[in-house]
């Protein structure tokens, strides 16, 4: 049986991901960053779908209910938005959390093995994450 820790726990991080852009797309306001957490949640949604794919591929059963963060993230976007809105200055604490999950991608890759068939969709959704931190990052100077 083929290890697959980094990447159940990678699969789950991606549902709590969408889950908390869904809920910071209810709670922003600006067009442009209404824009941005679709695009972000869109992007989650696709790369989940494709580690869900490759977590059947080994056999595995993907829990699709996601995590205990996922509440707290969902916490958090709600009370930030409350307090101070959804705006530019919030997307230094967005890109953090994508960094975290370049990281999950990371320990996911390197898991299966460079020579497994799933690194290259891996390693093609990891970089579509590391460019759109790059334009959250830019958006936010």
Do not use: C, W
Not at 27 to 36: I, N, R, W
Not at 83 to 105: H, N, P, Q, T
Not at 117 to 131: I, M, N, S
Request: proline residues 3%; charged residues 30%; glycine residues 6%.
């Amino acid at each position: 049986m083929p290890r697959t820790e980094s990447l159940k726990s990678l699969h789950t991080t991606l549902i709590d991901a969408e889950a908390g852009y869904d809920e910071a797309l209810k709670d922003a306001e600006a067009p442009e960053m209404k824009s941005l957490f679709e695009k972000m949640s869109s992007l989650h949604e696709r790369a989940h779908a494709d580690v869900h794919a490759i977590l059947l591929d080994k056999g595995e059963r993907p829990n699709e209910s996601g995590s205990f963060l996922s509440l707290v993230h969902k916490t958090v976007i709600s009370v930030r938005s409350t307090v101070s809105g959804l705006d530019r200055s919030s997307l230094k604490s967005f890109a953090e959390g994508e960094e975290r999950i370049v990281g999950a991608y990371d320990k996911a890759i390197e898991e299966i093995g460079a020579s497994d068939p799933a690194v290259g969709k891996l390693r093609k959704d990891r970089e579509a994450l590391v460019t759109a931190i790059g334009e959250m990052k830019q958006r936010a100077a």
